[in-house]
């Protein structure tokens, strides 16, 4: 397959393109999985020459890349990167940008192909897809032309379906790539395999074995330097409506007929679209919401939201949810599926949990509690898959136990695993949309946060009701107490 290809990212100054995008391109150079015929071309609003910015990514590169950096690699790459300084804001300057694409394009021979990465903030991306269709892709182009475009798609199911449309009239949804780099991670991409290729699996995989299910995802760290983008969010724009439901739709759906694109997200999008619709009093009492406070400990004070750069001293933007949702169809009715995600937990971890029915107390179990099998995949940081089961203790008594089995796939040596965006950054080069939100996806996720949203607006909340470092609003806990379950932190 031809890769030849010219990759054009707006906001190569900023925080993305130095800790995901360049490092990623690094370490597939590394890998040999660029083309020859390929140029990368950042452009940024701040004036520099090739040299300084090869200079600033070269640093960034050796902090964030997984590969360390070898002379050879990096120099074959960097004379491939150019630095374009312009305002994407102006609509006069697109003409003499495309000049100088065309001429790198020709000097690269990279057969007019071209893809537009969107590492800005989201509202740019309509005005920057906009002036390219005007003054970039003349009629009669050459090759393919691709548009990546970061989370988040829209703020709601109006705002995403406008961006839409102005996106696929431009590009068509074949050449838009909509970016959940969750989708990137390597045990994402094992949770199919998992599934479809162990007999062991597959058949337990539906509501007459499996108890319930737990999806979470907590990061230690508060919003950092993006106070601004996250007042506008919220965690569950953030991490709900993309990652979370995401990992839902892995988990619960059906095989698919084959592996191509289109099979795979035809079964995802069936799970979004049976997922329980919630009203009024459902939404009370299956949601949870919370916002850190502040916390004093021996190293010192930990801010509350709050109290962080660019956030309303009286926000109300949440920095936690949990919730429970339903799928309803055959595989899936009356199994409860948890949901939990998070700013400054005690830990940073993404994982799912799938607790299976216990045994029926008979035998000579009978007067013993016997603990459920418990299967947990790690996404991150730590990747593998943990199961639990019961076994005899060792001794001359009759007593049962729970044991343990405990892959870990980032602990062998040998393995580095890819990051994400290599993986997603590959898959564009090569056309393959399979790891990316397809339109009806993004459609399904935002229709069933919105209700939420919608409804959270007549019930303010009453912030903040964590503390930074805890697992969140006591709250959360009853949630799963009411149904006689707990969240399982391993
Ligand atoms: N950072 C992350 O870890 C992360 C993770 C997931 C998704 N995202 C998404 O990725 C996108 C980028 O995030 P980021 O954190 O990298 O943002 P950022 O650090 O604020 O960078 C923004 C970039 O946009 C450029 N820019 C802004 N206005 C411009 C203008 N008028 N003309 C030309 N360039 C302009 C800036 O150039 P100058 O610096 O030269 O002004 C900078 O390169 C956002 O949509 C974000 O939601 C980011």
Redesign the pocket.
């Not at 452009?43 to 701040?46: E, F, I, L």
């Given at each position: 397959m031809d890769l030849s290809c010219t990759m054009v990212i707006?906001?190569?100054?900023?925080?993305?393109?130095h800790?995901?995008l360049l490092p990623a391109i690094y370490n597939l150079q590394y890998e040999k999985l660029l083309p020859e015929n390929f140029t990368v071309i950042v452009?940024?609003?701040?004036e520099k020459t090739d040299e300084d910015y090869r200079e600033e990514i070269y640093r960034s590169i050796k902090a964030f890349s997984r590969f360390e950096v070898n002379g050879e690699v990096w120099n074959n790459l960097r004379d491939r990167i150019y630095y374009w300084s312009?305002?994407?804001?102006q609509e006069e300057t697109y003409g003499l940008f495309n000049r100088f694409l065309s001429e790198k394009e020709y000097q690269y021979d990279t057969k007019g192909n071209r893809i537009y990465y969107?590492?800005?903030?989201?509202e740019?991306f309509e005005g920057i897809v906009d002036k390219l269709h005007r003054h970039c892709m003349d009629e009669g182009i050459k090759g393919w032309h691709r548009v990546v475009i970061?989370?988040?798609f829209g703020r709601d199911l109006n705002s995403a379906k406008y961006l839409n449309d102005k996106i696929v009239q431009v590009f068509q949804e074949e050449n838009t790539y909509r970016i959940d780099?969750y989708l990137g991670k390597e045990m994402l991409q094992n949770i199919m395999v998992l599934r479809f290729a162990n007999m062991i699996f597959e058949p337990l995989w539906n509501n007459r074995f499996i108890d319930h299910i737990q999806i979470f995802s907590s990061e230690t760290v508060g919003v950092e330097n993006?106070g601004d983008?996250y007042e506008r969010s919220g965690a569950m724009r953030d991490m709900v409506q993309s990652h979370m439901l995401q990992l839902v739709s892995l988990i619960a759906m059906e095989p698919p007929n084959d592996l191509d694109t289109k099979s795979i997200q035809d079964e995802k999008v069936k799970v979004l679209k049976a997922i329980k619709k919630m009203a009024g009093k459902d939404i009370e009492e299956n949601t949870v919401r919370g916002q850190y406070g502040s916390r004093r400990s021996e190293r010192g004070e930990i801010s509350g939201y709050r109290q962080e750069a660019r956030v309303a001293p009286h926000s109300n933007t949440e920095t936690f949810v949990a919730l429970k949702l339903y799928i309803e169809n055959f595989r899936w009715a009356g199994v409860p599926f948890y949901i939990r995600t998070g700013k400054r937990m005690p830990e940073k971890s993404t994982e799912i949990l799938i607790q299976f029915k216990t045994m029926e107390n008979i035998l000579y179990f009978k007067d013993k509690q016997l603990q459920p099998n418990i299967l947990v995949i790690r996404i991150q940081p730590m990747e593998g898959i943990f199961f639990q089961f019961n076994a005899k203790e060792p001794g001359t008594r009759q007593r049962i136990i729970p044991v343990e089995m405990d892959f870990c796939q980032n602990c062998r040596v040998g393995i580095n695993s890819p990051e994400a965006y290599e993986r997603l950054l590959y898959d564009v080069m090569r056309g393959d949309r399979t790891l990316f939100a397809r339109w009806d996806e993004v459609e399904y996720a935002w229709k069933f946060v919105d209700n939420i949203l919608e409804a959270w607006k007549n019930h303010p909340p009453i912030f903040p009701n964590y503390e930074a470092g805890t697992w969140g609003p006591g709250e959360a806990d009853k949630l799963l107490q009411k149904d006689h379950r707990n969240w399982i932190n391993r």
């Open positions: 707006f906001g190569g100054t900023g925080d993305l393109a800790r995901k452009v940024g609003r701040r312009m305002d994407f804001l969107m590492a800005v903030a989201p740019y970061e989370k988040p780099h993006r983008y």
